[in-house]
């Protein structure tokens, strides 16, 4: 059983960066996917990034694409969500998940696609 917990959230102004943070506990596979999603108030969640547990498969929203980078550290069972040049629209509450052994032919961007979530954490950027 995974569990996962997020931290890194803030404050920061339009242009700034911030890490977030998404430690595993338990037992990872390497079909796993960890992904980010947000949530704005009054939104639906939406896809944020991906990578694969095993490997270097990333997969990023056309609306962080060039600006969020994901990345692992197996050491750690840490998976970062790096943010850079944010945005007011970027403000939201931020969610890591993992999906089950995943073997779909698409990257898994639907929240169905994952089973468990951590608690989010906000991220709120100042324009």
């Known amino acids: 059983q995974v569990q996962l917990v997020e931290s890194g959230g803030g404050f920061v102004q339009a242009g700034g960066s911030l890490r977030l943070s998404c430690a595993a506990s338990g037992r990872t596979f390497s079909r796993n996917h960890i992904g980010w999603f947000r949530q704005a108030p009054g939104k639906e969640r939406e896809f944020v990034a991906t990578i694969r547990w095993s490997g270097t498969s990333t997969y990023y929203a056309d609306s962080v694409k060039g600006r969020f980078t994901i990345s692992r550290d197996n050491d750690k069972n840490t998976v970062y969500l790096q943010m850079n040049n944010l945005k007011p629209e970027d403000t939201a509450v931020y969610y890591c998940?993992?999906?089950?052994?995943?073997?779909?032919?698409?990257?898994?961007?639907?929240?169905?696609?994952?089973?468990?979530w951590g608690q989010g954490t906000q991220v709120t950027v100042s324009s």
């Open positions: 998940a993992a999906t089950g052994a995943y073997g779909g032919t698409r990257y898994p961007v639907l929240t169905n696609d994952y089973y468990l």
